[in-house]
Each structure stands twice: as C-alpha cells, then as structure tokens.
C-alpha cells in the first residue's frame, strides 16, 4: 500500500512539472504593436524602447519581432538587469540608423548594457556610414561616427544569422562580456570605410566567433586588452586589415590577452593576415597562448606579422621600445600567396624580445617565388617545411 501511495504522489508531481513546463511560452512582442511603422522614416525609437520593457520585465521568455520592412531606429541603449532570463530579439526586417550629423556624435548606435540570456538573430542593421566618410575624406568637420551594435557588461550572449552593413565606425563591439556566442554572421562595408572594424572584442571572456563572412575598411577582427578564451573559426576577410591581436599597450597597466584561437580562416587581398601589433612604449601589458593554425592567404599584403613598433601619429612612443610580453604564439598550416616580398615579419620589441614562437607547416609563396621572412628580436622554433625559411 504504502509503494502504492509513493507511486500515486510520483505521478502527480510529474503530471504537475509538465503542465507546469508546458505553461512555461515565450512572451512576443511585436514592434509594429507598439506603434513602430515599416516606412523607414517614422523613428521608431521609442517603440523600441516599450517593447524592450515589456521584454525585460516579463516573468518568462520573450522576444521582440522585428517583422520584414524597413525600421528607423536612433540611438537606443537596452539596458538590464532584466527579469526575464532569456530574451530574443528576432529580426526580419531591417534596422535603419538615422544621419550620421546626429548619430556620430554619441558614438554608439545600438548598446545592450548589463543584460543576460539576450539573443540577436537574423535580419540587418544598416549603419548608412556612406556619408560619413564621404564627408572624411572631403576634410570636412565630421562626428567621428557610431559602432552598429555594442554588448557591454552582460552575459550569455547570441548573435546569429545578423547582417551588418555600412556601419560608421565599427559593426560589432563585444566589451566586457563573458559567454558570447557569434555564428553565421555577415560583415559588409567598402574596403575605402575608414575604422569599420568588422568585430571588436575586448576585456571579455569566452568569446566564440565562428562561419563569418566579414569584408570592411578595417580590421575583420580585432582583439583589446583584458581578452581571455577567444575562439574563432571558419572565418572569411577580405578586404580588411586582417585578424588582429591588438592594437596593445597604449596604455601602461594594461591587462594581457591569453588563449586564443583562429583556425580555418581565409584572408583575400587584405591588408594583413594574422598580426599582433603593440605600441612602442612602455606597457605591462602581454600577449601569450595563441594559436594561428590552417589558415589561407589570397594575395595578402603581409600573411604572418608582429608589430611591436606601432606609433600612431608619434604621440609619445617613438623611438620607445613596447613592454608588451609576446611568447608562446604557435602557426600551423598556414598557406597562400604575399603580395609582399616578406611573407612573415617578426618585429618584435628590443627590451623584451618574442619569445616560444613555433611555425610548422608553412607555405608561403611571392609571385610564383618562395618569399622572405624577416625577424627583429624573435626567438623560436621551426617543425615540418616552412617555406620562407625561418629567421628565428
């Protein structure tokens, strides 16, 4: 009897768990219900900003929709902590930022602040940065511009399927996060745009960006300080400035960048391919745990290069050597063609010379010719064919 009344309760809890699973629906929210118009031109800004509180303040799961048309959205930031601990904001429109003369001076377009469990998918945020720089290269007094889309200060973050176009400055900016996820996402701004970095991470963690088609006036991918535990994969650039670790050490307490990763990428007519590159002053700040390995170079400018000698404008670093520690940089299977002569530069810095690289597998080719390597205070080791031989 008593196996009896055991068995009965059992089955009653899990009669009420599923029912009370099955309750458990995601909350939608439709923008056009909070009075946003498709046309474009009504700034819908304010719709935004409603349906976002309704989201953030449900009980249970929620998404925003973003239905097919054209959204003109001004400057927004959504900010958390948020009651709901998943919220998905699906686009299948398209998000319209408004004139550079008023947007460029904030510096930033969209901003999630302090939020958890928030996902970004599909649809595309147009950034109209033409203007912008048509008015930079006139010489013209200009705003310097706006990021896209920024994540600051949150956790657990999606970004899938997004296509990012025209941003003015940068498209993506991931700052101090940790657990972002980035996946299927396509990058597209003219290779002439100035500092339309592709993504930007810094003083994050755990960071994953994977099957990304980015092509932009600047860095692909750019890696700050404070950076640990960066995964990127299956990444394409071109044009661009490449993958970047850096730039580093413009400021003196500075945090390092350990653990990253880039493989399977493929770099068409950049600038650069894989590089590190440092200010040339005095910094406590290092690079070390980072792994290059089967990448692709089309016609690259520089394939494989560390900087430690970068001085922008000679504001208080030349002639000054970098105190940016860089060991235990390893390059694997990397392959292509330079449009250089020196396919891999070492540059590192004189009062604290690279140290722990490793090349293995490396073929790298000038105009049908084996091409040249060059090394400044570069300290490491070669394994299987490595073509242009090592200066290490």
Known sequence: MAQLIINSLLLVLILLFVQLFSSVKAAVYDLTDFGAKSDGETDSSKSFLSAWDAACGSPEPATIHVPAGFFLV????????????????????????????????????????????????????????????SCKAAGGSCPDGATSLAFKSSKDIMISGLTSINSEMFHIVIDDCQGVTVQGVKITAPGSSPNTDGIHVQGSADVTITGTGIKTGDDCISIGPGTTNIWIEQVTCGPGHGISIGSLGKEYDEEGVENVTVRTAVFTGTQNGLRIKTWGRPSQGFVRGVVFEHATMQNVQNPIIIDQNYCNGHRGCADKSSGVKISEVTYTDIQGSSASQVAMNFDCSASNPCSGIELQDIKLTYENQPAEASCNHADGTTSGFVVPPSCL
């Open 74 to 133: 001004g400057q927004i930031t959504f900010s958390g902590p948020c009651k709901s601990s998943k919220i998905t904001l699906q686009i299948d429109g398209t998000l319209v930022a408004p004139s550079y003369d008023s947007l460029g001076k904030v510096g930033e377009w969209m901003v999630f602040a302090q939020v958890e469990g928030v996902s970004v998918h599909g649809g595309t945020i147009d950034g109209r940065g033409s203007s912008l720089w």
